[in-house]
């Protein structure tokens, strides 16, 4: 086995790491809203969610795989170039992931690419029009959550304003089960295509594919089996620390809210997909639950939280290309056989440090409602706090005398606590 076909076996096991990592930094987005308003445990959401992630091969196409294996043109397209693109980006999973900071990992790659492309070949070897597609729908994919959000949840207090709470209360914990399958059947659909778009060039730009006559990528059924396989099983590993973030501190979710904010994403995931959009699945999510809570009268959004991710999101695409350019100049300025001694070695540690990620991570039991936080009495239908007796919800009265949304949620439980029957 010479050792062009060692590099390319190793960048193909890299790139599947890259999937594997964003599974499991994406895990929260599709099991969130279920493990906060308790309609499934934890280790059985992430169960849930992975196997929706896999299933997503039989439903969805390759736009998406093509528009990220388009970023950078095919002739600068060779193993530095995919080997520091995803270096970036698995650096910037890790990082935001241990922070517990819920980015892109699309962006992610997709910052990776570019800061490789541009150390390669300069401007020319980028493709202005797959980043521009990418850089657009930064912006629209949380916004397009947040409007449908508010447009659903609007909907739906409008619809159950005079349903029955305990039944509707029962009946959203079932729906639930089927808007996040959705979730997590967009997220798998869409994030996993960015792995089988890289996988798909690089065989290309190594002679191993014939690119079709028409410029598009051919996706050999092993390489998308592959894909959803990694991030199936990413999802079923570490979503743990995030669940909280995206769970309940942006804002407060019952079964009702947390369908609403599940639907809206998964319709916004599904459009962006059939667009060819890599969009990210964290930016439309949390659109979605931040639309939810402002639209929810009986809710209350930290918007101090969403402001920190939106921070997070906007430095991912360049933190991950300054990481890539990096690689790749320490990747091409040694000889051949050294670059490919430095990214086994790169690859192994990766894998060291993923491990002992995995090992430190918050486990299911962690990330169960407290004992403070659940909420036996039925909430009023639709809200996402309790209202009070003078319809005022008491986590708003916390909030808006300067307290933490942690004095709100204990308000919130201690009226729980008060409404229960003696």
Not at 215 to 236: F, H, K, Q, R
Request: glycine fraction near 10%; charge should be neutral; charged fraction near 10%.
């Amino acid at each position: 086995m010479d050792l062009a076909l060692l590099t390319l076996i190793g960048l193909i096991a890299l790139a599947l790491l890259f999937d594997y990592t964003n599974g499991f930094h994406d895990a929260a987005n599709a099991i969130a809203t279920v493990v906060a308003t308790r309609v499934l445990k934890p280790r059985w959401a992430v169960l849930w969610a992975a196997a929706w992630n896999f299933i997503a091969f039989f439903f969805v196409g390759t736009a998406v795989a093509n528009t990220v294996g388009g970023t950078v043109d095919l002739q600068y397209f060779g193993p530095a170039v995919v080997f520091s693109a995803l270096l970036g980006a698995i650096v910037w999973n890790f990082t935001s992931w241990h922070l517990g900071l819920p980015t892109s990992s699309s962006h992610a790659l997709v910052g990776g690419l570019v800061g490789a492309g541009l150390t390669a070949g300069g401007l020319s070897a980028i493709k202005g029009e797959s980043v521009q597609k990418t850089a657009l729908f930064i912006v629209v994919s949380p916004v397009a959550g947040l409007v449908l959000g508010s447009i659903v949840m609007a909907l739906l207090g409008l619809l159950l304003r005079k349903a029955d709470v305990p039944r509707t209360e029962r009946r959203f914990r079932a729906l639930q089960l089927f808007s996040s399958a959705a979730v997590s059947l967009g997220h798998g659909g869409n994030d996993a295509q960015k792995t089988m778009g890289v996988i798909a060039a690089l065989l290309v730009s190594t002679g191993h594919l014939d690119a079709s006559i028409d410029g598009e990528l051919p996706i050999p059924d092993w390489v998308a089996i592959s894909a959803y396989a990694a991030i199936a099983a990413g999802t079923m590993s570490g979503g743990w620390r995030l669940v909280r973030t995206m769970g309940s501190s942006i804002t407060q979710l019952r079964p009702v809210s947390g369908f609403a904010a599940e639907t809206s994403a998964a319709i916004a995931l599904f459009g962006s997909t059939a667009l060819g959009a890599p969009v990210s699945t964290t930016h439309t999510v949390a659109g979605a639950v931040t639309g939810v809570g402002a639209t929810n009268r009986g809710a209350t959004v930290n918007w101090g939280v969403f402001g920190r991710l939106a921070i997070a999101w906007i430095i991912t695409l360049p933190a991950a290309a300054i990481v890539a350019a990096v690689a790749y100049l320490l990747t091409t300025a040694p000889p051949t056989a050294v670059s490919a001694v430095v990214m086994g070695v790169v690859l192994a540690v990766l894998v060291v440090l993923l491990v002992v990620a995995l090992r430190a991570a918050p486990k299911a039991s962690d990330v169960v409602p407290g004992e403070g936080e659940e909420t036996d009495v039925p909430m009023r239908t639709g809200a996402g706090s309790v209202i009070d007796s003078r319809g005022v919800p008491a986590s708003r009265e916390v909030l808006e005398r300067g307290g933490s949304l942690e004095e709100a949620e204990a308000a919130v439980a201690g009226q729980d606590r008060s409404r229960q029957p003696l």
